[in-house]
């Protein structure tokens, strides 16, 4: 039975809590991966790196709002479907 927008309980904050930490860590640690290896490659100050590390952190804050919408204002899955289905 889904939840009614506006009531949550402990284990639904929980899991947003936990989705929104595993996000962030795994978009940082590619970005700034990919950054500190174009650093070693272009010989470059962490420029690289720094980018890597804000586009990481923008990136899983983007993902975080867009798990809010959807709890907040959850989509029939009838709704979604193409009316020639």
């Known amino acids: 039975m889904?939840?009614?927008?506006?009531r949550y309980s402990g284990r639904d904050y929980f899991g947003l809590a936990l989705s929104f930490t595993i996000t962030m860590l795994v978009s940082i640690m590619i970005t700034a991966g990919i950054g500190n290896?174009?650093?070693?490659?272009?010989?470059?100050?962490g420029i690289f790196?720094?980018?890597g590390m804000l586009g990481g952190?923008?990136?899983g804050f983007h993902l975080f709002i867009e798990q809010i919408?959807?709890?907040?204002?959850p989509i029939d899955?009838?709704?979604r479907a193409p009316e020639d289905w």
Do not use: A, C, V
């Open 2 to 6: 889904p939840i009614r927008p506006g």
């Open 69 to 73: 919408e959807q709890m907040e204002n």
């Open 49 to 51: 790196w720094l980018l």
């Open 37 to 45: 290896w174009l650093d070693e490659k272009l010989g470059t100050p």
């Open 77 to 79: 899955p009838d709704e």
């Open 57 to 59: 952190i923008y990136s």
